[in-house]
């Protein structure tokens, strides 16, 4: 049989995913064939820069060599063994992602979504085994505009009218507040049969929403005055994105969680992960926890065939030595407050307000959020060379991988203002 790859074209491609394909998605219009650092090429050869990051899950840059070189090594020795045996790699890895961390213990899954599902879990089963809270009464805390996936369970804890219409009925169970709202956030944990709190320390998906400062601190100390567990969703947030290795590590870019410093670190009870815990190489998340949560969770009552599988493992390994060896954190956290300066100084009518943290910033265009504005403008940064995505309505995410140095920062800025000024 003919092979069709390398001979297609970009029409060609979109047409076979536009016929072929659940609609589940609504590209930009690039078909993109190769990777390496910070950079994209299309089928055509043409050359991007990759602001998107695949929604950060590619911080170490696109197919970084050690990663790859991880993968491929294990790739030809054991890929898969299932849980029902010890494989070689599992428990190397276990003990280097938890020191890294700084928790007891370790469960590993595939997808963010099932990370978030296995930490909702955990709280529940936590909330009747320790704090006693009476059978099928446990209630979880969830903000609003959240995004944590996509699972029946995750979008019963969504108000994003696509995430949920005609997908009922949905989990009970489910407490929304406001996100960066204490008031509320108390008045909620006044309930006793509340078991957990999860939250993203920067609402990701929502539009880079930064919450104030010590939001996060005076949180987890309201949940700790109640016996409630603080989980962080750091899915989009964590390994290095925000310029700290967790959003939780504040304003520490030292590139550890660092129990050194507690003004800044603040350790969530259950810390979930996914995304760039890969580098985006290969499907991974996790969920961690000390032992006294950990522990509710017995053989048989949780689990997943790929989760922990020995090429996961490695390649996550590598990802996380890549993290450190490279400096990232202290990279994004230096560079995204230049990219943030450099962004004011376009000075563009257009550009209603920068935020951000670390390299995980976004631009709000002054337009109303159901213009095609933001949309408009995605398409002329690729036709310039640079990808980027609008979110919800008039708001476009800017997170290269961490790997991009000052002077391609310069570029795309450049390409940025160039963009904007023939709007
Ligand atoms: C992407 C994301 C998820 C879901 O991860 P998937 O791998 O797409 O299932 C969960 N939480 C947050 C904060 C995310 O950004």
């Given at each position: 049989m003919e092979t069709m790859t390398n001979t297609l074209t970009s029409k060609q491609a979109m047409d076979l995913e536009d016929q072929?394909?659940?609609?589940?998605y609504h590209p930009l219009p690039v078909v993109l064939d190769r990777g390496e650092g910070v950079f994209v090429w299309d089928l055509e050869g043409n050359k991007y820069f990759d602001f998107l990051s695949s929604y950060s899950a590619v911080n170490q840059g696109h197919c970084h060599p050690r990663i790859i070189g991880a993968l491929t090594g294990q790739a030809q020795k054991l890929t898969l063994t299932s849980r029902a045996f010890y494989n070689s790699v599992l428990g190397e890895f276990e003990k280097y992602a938890t020191e890294y961390f700084g928790f007891d213990k370790i469960l590993p899954m595939n997808t963010g979504a099932e990370a978030v599902e296995t930490a909702i879990k955990l709280a529940r089963k936590w909330g009747y085994e320790?704090?006693?809270?009476?059978?099928?009464?446990a209630k979880i805390i969830f903000c609003e505009n959240?995004?944590?996936?996509?699972t029946v369970t995750i979008v019963s804890a969504s108000n994003d009218p696509d995430a949920r219409?005609?997908?009922?009925p949905f989990t009970p169970g489910i407490i929304s507040i406001p996100y960066n709202d204490l008031n509320a956030l108390a008045k909620e944990l006044e309930d006793e049969n509340v078991c957990a709190f999860i939250v993203e320390p920067i609402q990701g998906e929502a539009g880079v929403f930064v919450p104030d400062e010590g939001f996060l601190a005076k949180a987890q100390a309201l949940c700790k005055s109640k016996n409630v567990l603080f989980v962080a969703?750091?899915?989009?947030?964590?390994?290095?994105?925000?310029?700290?290795?967790?959003?939780?590590?504040?304003?520490?870019?030292?590139?550890k969680t660092c129990e050194k410093d507690p003004k800044t670190y603040i350790q969530p009870d259950v810390l979930i992960l996914g995304k760039a815990i890969s580098g985006g190489v290969f499907p991974v998340s996790a969920v961690f926890a000390n032992n006294d949560i950990m522990e509710v969770i017995r053989p048989g009552e949780h689990g997943s065939t790929f989760g922990g599988n020995p090429l996961a493992c490695k390649v996550a390994l590598a990802a996380l030595e890549v993290v450190k060896d490279e400096n990232l954190a202290h990279k994004a956290n230096e560079l995204g407050k230049y990219l943030r300066s450099q962004l004011e100084a376009i000075g563009s009518p257009l550009i209603k307000l920068v935020r951000g943290k670390g390299l995980l910033n976004a631009i709000v265009i002054n337009d109303t959020p159901d213009s095609k504005t933001a949309w408009n403008i995605c398409l002329r940064l690729k036709e310039n060379g640079l990808l980027a995505k609008p979110t919800h309505g008039n708001i476009i995410r800017f997170a290269p991988p961490?790997?991009?140095?000052q002077s391609q920062i310069d570029e795309c800025v450049t390409i940025i203002g160039n963009v904007l000024s023939e709007f």
């Open positions: 072929y394909g659940a609609h589940n320790k704090k006693g809270i009476s059978e099928n009464q959240n995004f944590h996936g996509r219409n005609n997908f009922g969703d750091e899915v989009q947030t964590g390994i290095a994105r925000t310029g700290s290795l967790l959003a939780v590590c504040g304003d520490c870019s030292c590139g961490l790997v991009i140095t």
